[in-house]
């Protein structure tokens, strides 16, 4: 079945190590996202690609880094450098920038102590 | 930038309840999603409209474009309806995804 993957579901860091989160789809969809959700707080956007080897900041990417080398792949690290980084982390695809059917992975929960 | 309010934030109801969940946002869109998150965190996608209505066994989802407004209506609610219901609206050309509601905590009670 066509899918997005998120894992792991849960994850634990110390505090002041970076961490990857992946996110792996077999839709053949050319647009990537990534979503951060704080306790109160709406999903807000962190980063998104487009296109295989492009992506671009959302509204909160400072402390967090993106690649997109495969259209399957789109991998988030959470640096050092975000203040607070624990957090309920989503990904999600659609067919092309800006199509209106979207698909969502499961998310991760991250707890940095 | 799109804003998307929903209301209520936390519904508490008995199990048979007839339950609405209302969205509104603020500038045109192509699209509005609802969403079903469950503890734990999952998210499910249970509607995507761009007009009138749609019906999926026990819910139902509306839009009025013309007053940017949308509802979701669960009947005969059931303990297992309990979840965070979130609406997303995908901004008109936009390429920047989806922008979220806060969501509404509901817990259907037996």
């Known amino acids: 079945d066509g899918g997005i993957t998120q894992s792991p579901k849960y994850l634990f860091r110390k505090e002041g190590q970076n961490v990857t989160l992946s996110c792996e789809q077999n839709?053949?969809?050319?647009?990537m996202y990534w979503y951060r959700q704080d306790p109160g707080q709406g999903l807000r956007l962190i980063y998104y690609?487009?296109?295989?080897?492009?992506?671009q900041k959302g509204d909160i990417a400072e402390g967090y880094s993106v690649s997109r080398e495969k259209k399957e792949s789109f991998p988030l690290t959470v640096t050092s450098a975000q203040k607070n980084p624990t957090a309920f982390y989503l990904c999600?695809?659609?067919?092309?920038?800006?199509?209106?059917?979207?698909?969502f992975g499961q998310g991760t929960r991250l707890t940095v102590v | 930038k799109n804003e998307v309010e929903q209301s209520p934030q936390n519904l508490t109801a008995q199990e048979g309840e007839f339950i609405t969940i209302n969205c509104s946002y603020s500038?045109?869109?192509?699209?509005l999603h609802w969403l079903q998150q469950h503890p734990g965190g999952g998210i499910v996608s249970l509607f995507m409209?761009?007009?009138g209505k749609k019906k999926h066994g026990r819910l139902i989802a509306t839009i009025n474009i013309q007053e940017k407004h949308s509802s979701l209506h669960i009947t005969a609610s059931h303990p297992r309806d309990s979840a965070v219901y979130i609406c997303?609206?995908?901004?008109?050309?936009?390429?920047?995804?989806?922008?979220f509601g806060k969501g509404t905590h509901l817990i259907i009670q037996p």
């Open positions: 997303a609206v995908t901004n008109g050309g936009g390429a920047d995804g989806l922008t």
């Open positions: 500038v045109g869109i192509s699209a």
């Open positions: 690609s487009q296109i295989v080897n492009d992506f």
């Open positions: 839709l053949n969809h050319d647009a």
């Open positions: 999600a695809s659609s067919i092309w920038a800006g199509n209106t059917e979207a698909f």
């Open positions: 409209l761009s007009s």
